[in-house]
């Protein structure tokens, strides 16, 4: 396959800046073969690329932004059965394109790009675009393709003075000023009227005394007497009251009716519509297209992927250009036979938010993925690498097939990397989730062990599973550090459900005595959680550490003996 | 236009050997394509129209005259809207209405002979109106009518008017002229069409012959020592030059104007070649440095697209600054153009505006600001007025701007003059 692009060159003209989307291409030049392929947008969160090592083995490679992409690409029946293969890909580019680069080794399909420099490339897949081409087809860029060509049967253009385009039958009455533009069959205009770099089709009844600049006014339409359009696109039947003001970026669809003396609102441009999104009727808006008016305010039911829009939009001056025009029910039907792209957005908006996950996981790692398949399995706690990483431990402890914890140990490694989780976050996930097994170990149906046995049974059942602990969990020899292993335990134990207060406070002490034993947590540590403050700050905890007197005292106790026996032992040296 | 492109079009030799397994429409369809994407231009419209126009007159059907011509008409006129800045189209179009009209007569003319020869010296209609026969009557008659029937009042007005629009076509009006040619016998329509054809075989070999006919002229025209500036030499002026190449020691300057982007080879290479070969010595000039080299040039070359009635001249851009510094400058300028270039029509406005071209020439699509910022008008055809223009230099030989009302006349029937007139809707 090869895909034909257009340079543009270091100082984009209007075509390249309308993109939205900046497809970046990498290039190898002095073969023409397309390397990698990506798209950037102001909006992504992340603003670089990552490249394919691959392509570091090429001698050499460009990346090129600079290019228009026209949604021309010469191909082999190949690429058709590439296609069929990949069932998920929905954009040519975005999916096709990137998803066959990536898997190269994979499919071992070649893919060029030609790079013209000179004549014109431009594809209209959105309304920014539209404009844009419009006006170069007007300033003659296009040609052939300009009006007088006549290329279309019927067509019967002619250049006139001013750098306008007139069909026959076209009355503009003396007085009118029409001065780059383009002007179909039927039209009349009245005196008085200033018509400049717009594009009008037949039929249409332009007042006396009408403004319109840089607008694209479609079959049909009537302007009345002293109203101004300015860069708006008015579809077709669209009639304009007198003295009604249509600021820029204003769309109007089929049939809409604006009634005299209204003045559209500018930021933002209005949308109006006699049809919902629903595809029924709307209800008029009279506060917006005055009395008498037909037509309401079009809104999209925004989805992720479209809010993403909404903010360009902001930002955009421009904002109705933007590709969420196409949602409009009439021009939307029109822009078929201009864009073929716009049926793909349509697959944008059509689609839910898992179509959107999907398609951005690539760009995105998994965070997201991960995140919505474990919204719903613990809405009131939305971190995800909390619940992931309880899930995976608690899993590999219940596990009777095997005695390993190596493997729990890995995929928790690597789903704190792939979240940046940091050490009270990993802490209070393994905290908590061997309370749960623990606690799990209490209860009848696992066997109704007792508090001891529980702590034992749920620390020392697996193989490393201790040392997980003592490196990971705690994560390193210093007392604060054990204190804070000892406190998530804790709070880790009133959080778990169905236990009686005394059975819990019992498991606490077991499983700090367990550790102990275990040489995880010293007596530094423990005594330092006794002394914090947090560990009795509600009464739940408080209830629990009492639970823990005995070991403590136990431990004070053993400490002097430990010391008195070091102090022996350094004789001894 | 990248050349390149040009290479995946069909081109008119394809598109004309193309013609002979293609249904008519479909001919026609592909050539007015062709006409609109701007692959056909200049010279090859005139072969391209007399090609298709002898499709029309085998294919079609027809069975008299008056059915050929309007359908010559129609389809003519379907080519012209196409291109309306290539008046070859229409030329070539009225030349072929001509040749049938002329056909037409003499069918005619051969058949009231024959009745003629039949009929009776007793007859009272005055021998040297032979068309005053009564038309409706088929020939050949063996028994002239009686004179009572003739001085019927209708039949004659009809024959008073037949004799005024063969003596003085001009005069009446277009229908008026073909009312009695519709009394062509279907029998002799099949002679017609090979005739026909035949006519419009030799108006191609006219146009394929007109350079090398010009060519002819050209140790008239250039004289030893000479320094001769052609601007922008198309091929007429190319062959103009070689052959005068082959007899005479002169100068050429090849002006032409800014080079467009991207190309880096030198203009006319080919052409210098050959006339450097031939020992003629060649200089590249830049169009906007001509008008320092004009004191020193004996005469100004170049060829013209199209020439009007009134004399002016429908050329590519650029060579109406040469012809006005040539005219300052009392310098002799000579128009190559072929006869059937001659419009029997004046100037449209829209050729006096000129042609717009592709603004890329100038300004390079990639360089956003001036794209955003500038309107750039590139025309590609120029209108000069006939002031500037001392010879017309045509296959039949020079011509000065008083001839061309004979030449329009010797080449074109009055009756088709106005056919760009009868342009209707599409």
Known sequence: MTVVLRSVGEQPHRAAKARGITPVFIVDPTTGRCLQYEETHPLQSEHYLNLDPAVFSHGQFEIRTDLVDCGIDICTPDVLALWSESFDYELPRKNFLHGVLKDWELNGKMLYAEILDDGYAARAT???????????????????????????????????????????HVV??????????????????????????STIGRRCKIGK???????????????????SVVHSVLAGSVVIGANCHVPEGTLISYHAHIASGVQLPSKPPARISVLADNKQLADTDISLVGKGGKGASYTVIADE???????????????????????????????????????????????????????????????????SSFASDDAAKPDGFHNDAVHGLVDALRADDSDDFDGAKLEFMGLRLANNASDGAMRRAIAVAFVRRAAELLA??????????????????????????????????????????????????????????????????????????????????????????????NEGLDALRQKCRVLVEWLENADEEESSEEEGDDEDE | MAPSQAAHVPTLDNLIKSFNNQTLEASIESLIFLLKWRQVKGDECAKATAHILRQVVAKSKWNDVDQLLSRIQSYGSRLARAAPLEPVIGNVVRRVLGLIRDEATEDRNADDLASEAASDIQSLTPSTNP????????????????????????????????????????????????????????????????????????????????????AGFSEIQIHPGDYVLAYQPSRTVEKFLVKAASKRRFTVLIASHAFSYGTSEAPYATLRKKLN???????NLASNGLMAYIPRVNKVIFSAKAVYQNGGLLVDSGSCIAAQAAYEYLKPVIVLCPVYKFCPEDPSDEVSRGELGNPSSYVSYA?????????????????????????YLTNLGPQTRHHLASILADHYKTEDIGFSLQLGEP
């Not at chain 1, 539209?130 to 253009?157: A, K, M």
Request: with cysteine.
């Open chain 2, 367 to 391: 360089n956003g600001p001036a794209v955003d910022a500038l309107d750039v008008e590139n025309t590609v055809t120029d209108y000069i007025p006939p002031e500037l223009i001392d010879v």
């Open chain 1, 444 to 537: 009848p149906e696992h066997g109704a062990l007792e508090p001891t046995k529980a702590a034992a049974e749920a620390l020392t059942s697996k193989n490393g599973a201790v040392k997980f602990v003592r490196e990971v969990g705690v994560g390193g020899e210093g007392v604060a550090q054990q204190a804070e292993f000892a406190l998530a335990l804790q709070k880790a134990l009133t959080a778990v459900r169905g236990l009686e207060p005394g059975r819990s406070g019992a498991l606490l002490a077991a499983l700090l005595q367990q550790l102990y034993s275990l040489d995880v947590l010293e007596e530094e540590g423990i005594l330092a959680w006794w002394a914090d403050k947090r560990a009795a700050e």
């Open chain 1, 126 to 168: 959105n309304l920014q675009m539209y404009d844009c081409i419009s006006r170069d087809v007007l300033e003659r860029w296009t040609l052939p393709f300009v009006p007088d060509s006549n290329l279309l049967h019927g067509q019967t253009y002619r250049r006139v003075k001013g750098g306008s385009y007139v069909e026959d």
């Open chain 1, 305 to 371: 992927e479209d809010s993403d829009d909404e903010d360009s939009g902001d930002r955009d001056p421009a904002v109705l250009q933007s590709s969420l025009i196409y949602s409009l029910e009439g021009l939307n039907i029109s822009t078929s036979s201009i864009s073929t792209l716009a049926s793909d957005d349509e697959y944008d908006s059509d689609d839910d938010i898992s179509l959107a996950g999907s398609m951005r996981a690539g760009d995105f790692g998994h965070k997201r993925d991960r995140l």
């Open chain 2, 277 to 283: 070969a031939a020992g003629v010595n060649t200089i």
């Open chain 1, 209 to 227: 005394n009408v403004k319109i600049e840089n607008s694209y006014i479609w079959d049909d339409a009537v302007i009345e007497d002293g109203a």
């Open chain 1, 172 to 197: 503009a009455e003396r007085g009118a000023k029409v001065t780059q533009s383009a002007v179909g069959r039927g039209t009349t205009i009245k005196t008085g009227s200033a018509i400049s770099g």
């Open chain 2, 131 to 214: 068309t005053a026969h009564p038309p409706q009557r088929p020939a050949p008659v063996p028994i002239r009518p009686s004179p009572s029937v003739i001085s019927t009042g209708l039949q004659v007005s009809k024959s008073m008017f037949n004799l005024l629009s063969v003596a003085n076509p001009g005069d009446s009006p277009i229908t008026g002229a073909s009312t009695p040619m519709s009394q062509a016998q279907p029998a002799s329509a099949h002679a017609l069409r090979s005739e026909v054809m035949d006519g419009i075989e030799e108006i191609l070999d006219e146009i394929n012959q007109a350079d090398d006919q010009i």
